[in-house]
Nanobody, 126 residues
């Protein structure tokens, strides 16, 4: 069984940077798109960014655009989220997720993904 494992979270001051990683363990597979979501206490899970595996086309939420960059390494089957200019409102548990096939009519920002990691905590202090 394939699992996704996130790493790279931590405590950082406002204005700082972090890079999250999401690696595959177990049998690897090809995804259609991989995404990062986040969930703050008491709030719903929120879409952050996504990348299409075939051509690295990316899509971001407005709240992180120009501050976060999603990328992937095919050889390592790993996706990254580089975060700069972090704000206290970025504090959340960050999850990576795989969508194995395109789903007609289902946007990448929809949480309908096939495989999720366990999450990594990001805390931004003011």
């Amino acid at each position: 069984q394939v699992q996704r494992v996130e790493s790279g979270g931590g405590l950082v001051q406002a204005g700082g940077s972090l890079r999250l990683s999401c690696a595959a363990s177990g049998r690897t597979f090809s995804s259609y798109v991989m995404a990062w979501f986040r969930q703050a206490p008491g709030k719903e899970r929120e879409f952050v960014a996504a990348i299409r595996w075939s051509d690295s086309y990316t899509y971001y939420s407005n709240s992180v655009k120009d501050r976060f960059t999603i990328s992937r390494d095919n050889a390592k089957n790993t996706v990254y989220l580089q975060m700069i200019s972090l704000k206290p409102e970025d504090t959340a548990v960050y999850y990576c997720a795989d969508r194995l096939r395109a789903r007609i009519g289902v946007p990448w920002s929809d949480p309908g993904y096939d495989c999720w990691g366990q999450g990594t905590q990001v805390t931004v202090s003011s």
